[in-house]
C-alpha cells in the first residue's frame, strides 16, 4: 500500500513539474506586442502625413490602454514581420466617432500579413488581410489587397450571399477571393451602417465592455475567435506573413491587450 501510495506521489510530482514546464515554455515564447506604456516596437502611419507625424494624437497610451481615437484615418504597425502565431487581442468601443463616419457603426481592424509600402491601400494601410473590427460584423475578413493573385484567401461558405460578399459556412462549397470580403457566419442579414448596431447572433459584446479577439495563424491559414467562438476561417491565404497593422477608421477604440504566441511550423 505505501508503495503505491508512493509511485501515485511521484507520478502526481511528474505531471505537476511537466506542466509547469510546459507553462514556463509558452510564456518565455509569448511576445508582448503592447507594454502598457508606451507603442515600443509599433510605428504610426496617418493619412495624409505620413510615417510618425501624429499632432493630434491619434495613437497614445492611457491608464495602461492603447486609446486610437479614430479622428484620422490610419495605423500602428509592427516594426517586425510575424509568421505562424496566436494573436489575443482585447479591445473595446470607446463613445467618440468622427466624420465622414460620425453616425456609422464603429470601425477598425487588425491587418495580418501586411507587406509592401506604407499607405499602399488608399493612401492609408499596407496591403493585408484584415479581421474587421466593426459594430455587427467583427470577424468578417476582408482582402485589403492590390487585386492581383498575390492577396487572397479562400474559405468554406454559404449557398448565398449578403449583399455582394461571401459568408463564412463550415462544410460550405470554397470560394476564393482577391479582393472585397467574407463575412462571418452570424452576421446579421440586415445589416446597416449605422452607429449601435446589434445583430440577433451578434457574440460582440455592447459598446464600453471588453472583447477578446484571436487570430491563429499556422501556415497559410487564419482562424479567427471572437470571446472564444470560431467565426471565420480562411486556407490558401496569400500572404502568409508580414506585419501587423491596427486601424484608425472614425470611431475612438481601446486595446488593453496585444499578445502573441509563436506556434511550431506545420
Request: aromatic share 10%; glycine share 12%; hydrophobic share 35%.
Amino acid at each position: 500500500m505505501k508503495k503505491v501510495l508512493l509511485v501515485s506521489i511521484l507520478l502526481i510530482f511528474s505531471i505537476t513539474a511537466f506542466s509547469q514546464n510546459q507553462s514556463n515554455q509558452g510564456v518565455k515564447n509569448k511576445v508582448t506586442l503592447f507594454n502598457g506604456k508606451n507603442l515600443e516596437g509599433w510605428y504610426k502611419f496617418v493619412q495624409n502625413r505620413g510615417r510618425d507625424i501624429d499632432p493630434k494624437n491619434v495613437f497614445t497610451v492611457q491608464d495602461g490602454m492603447i486609446r486610437i481615437s479614430g479622428e484620422e484615418w490610419g495605423g500602428i504597425t509592427t516594426n517586425e514581420e510575424f509568421e505562424n502565431y496566436r494573436l489575443l487581442v482585447e479591445f473595446k468601443w470607446g463613445g467618440k466617432t468622427f466624420a465622414p463616419r460620425l453616425e456609422n457603426a464603429r470601425d477598425s481592424g487588425i491587418l495580418l500579413h501586411s507587406i509592401g509600402e506604407d499607405g499602399a491601400s488608399d493612401g492609408i494601410w499596407m496591403h493585408s488581410i484584415e479581421c474587421q473590427l466593426i459594430e455587427g460584423g467583427t470577424g468578417d475578413f476582408i482582402v485589403v489587397g492590390d487585386g492581383s493573385r498575390n492577396f487572397s484567401i479562400t474559405s468554406p461558405v454559404a449557398p448565398q450571399k449578403q449583399g455582394s460578399s461571401y459568408i463564412f459556412q463550415p462544410g460550405g462549397e470554397l470560394a476564393t477571393i482577391n479582393g472585397g470580403r467574407i463575412n462571418w457566419y452570424g452576421r446579421d442579414p440586415g445589416w446597416k451602417d449605422v452607429i449601435g448596431f446589434r445583430g440577433s447572433q451578434d457574440v460582440e459584446k455592447p459598446v464600453g465592455k471588453w472583447n477578446k479577439v484571436e487570430c491563429v495563424v499556422e501556415g497559410d491559414e487564419i482562424t479567427i475567435y471572437l470571446n472564444g467562438i470560431l467565426v471565420n476561417h480562411a486556407t490558401s491565404v496569400k500572404p502568409s506573413k508580414g506585419r501587423i497593422q491596427i486601424q484608425s477608421e472614425g470611431a475612438e477604440i481601446f486595446f488593453r491587450k496585444v499578445e502573441l504566441r509563436p506556434l511550431a511550423k506545420k
